[in-house]
């Protein structure tokens, strides 16, 4: 099938319906060239202010329309999406770096994230029901949203906060990552035809468009991906007006292997989950706590896995599963961390290294084996393909390590003593935890963290919610009887 978007064409933001185009215009990088891709708005305050106020009339209607009447839409934008997989695929390989069966994977998981979210209906609930009166609790829409969008997983995250908003009867401005744009502005040109206008909007902008939104008077809730450090200063220009807010932040995941593991079958899960989008996922297991008694078989077992099926190179190569890092900021920052495994001392089991013979930001997989915990590796976020490898002993120790740091997105625990494992999963503090995987996500099951990785969830009925005021309905019912 012909795809129904010119991957190469950008005319305007989409505002009210229409592309709109902007006197600037920019462009992004291709992680695995470092070629200029194709130009796209850069949107103004005042394009911004216009999209609110287009936003804020259709808000009108929009939050009047019924459950059944939006979520045909919703379906209709699924079924286009599905229609132009392909393209989206290949633009989201093109403009992110990841290999293009996950690409692939990405859209596929958006369609079906869509379908599922248009059944989830948030009902009225009878709170106390008796021949006086009867009590309602019940949802109303909060207005106008801003989904603030990270580069990592444009599409998915993108539309797991725009499906969500617009079936609780919001309209909603999506902010794509100024690394990120493609995808975003072709999901917004797929929609046009399908929602009234005003009703979802997609702006592309540069580093100022993110805070003009967050203060912006006109804007009543945002819904943020991102890192911490810039999830705080959302929090912060939020509390202004007194925005409502949800914040998907960073992990630091950690994930808990049992001495009665078999080894080969768990090892290649867990690598994966180390070095999936080159390890920048928010819930990649990015802190590898193995028992004392299995480690060196483990890591050895590690080591030998990644040499044989982790390859690094071009997204559209066959085979390859740690593409480029995403862009130049972060490239940098990830080899500053693989500086440090000689800076401190730190022993490789798996030396990885940059390749600076390319305009790719490549980088191959590290291991580093058994750092201090009080290390940069451990502690921070390093969102690229290096992780380390911990030894542990006891039970009570390694929750304890597992939980001492700030963040607290996911984690998981591995072992066929599945009653010993429930037990240390349950003790574990952080918003999604596995046991014997890591990194399930599904649209009807709440994603969000603990502690500095996030306020609020976003998915399931949970997540329906959080688009939504609550309203105390009281009817009484014999006062004029
Ligand atoms: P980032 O915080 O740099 O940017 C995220 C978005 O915020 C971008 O669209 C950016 O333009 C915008 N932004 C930047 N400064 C802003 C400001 N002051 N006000 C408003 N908006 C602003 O994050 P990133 O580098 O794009 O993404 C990587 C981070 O996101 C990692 O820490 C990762 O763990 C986290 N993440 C979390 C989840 C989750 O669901 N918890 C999912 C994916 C990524």
Redesign the pocket.
Known sequence: MTAQFDIKSYPGNIINGKFVSTQATRHSIDPATGEALYEVPVASKDALDAAVGHARDAFKTWSKTSFGERAKLVLRWADAIEANKDELGKLLTTEQGKPIDLANTEVGLTVQWLRTFATLELKDEVLDDNEERTIYLTRVPIGVCGA??????PVL?GLGKVGPALLTGNTIIM?????TPYCDLKLGELAMGIFPPGVFQVLSGD?SL??W??EHPGIDMIT????????K??AA?CAKTLKRYVL????NDAAIVCEDVDIPKCLPKITMMAFLNSGQ??MCAKRIYVHEKIYDEFRDAMVEFTKNHVKTGGGFEPGVVVGPVQNAM?FKFVKDMYADVDKYGWTAALQGKARDDSKGYFIEPAIIDNPPDDSRIVVE?P?GPIVPLLKWSGEDEVIDRANGLKTG?GASVWAKDLERAERMARRLSAGSVWVNSHFDVAPNVP?G?HKE??IGV?WGIEGMKKFTNTTSLWVWKKVFA
């Not at 943020?224 to 999830?231: A, H, L, M, N, V």
């Not at 998907?248 to 992990?251: A, D, I």
């Open positions: 603030i969008v990270p580069w990592n997983w995250l902010k794509p990552s100024p690394f580093d993110g805070p939104m967050t943020f991906t991102g890192s911490i450090e810039t999830g200063r959302v220009s998907e932040l960073g992990g996922i928010c972060q976020e969102f997105l994603f963290g990785s996030g976003e």
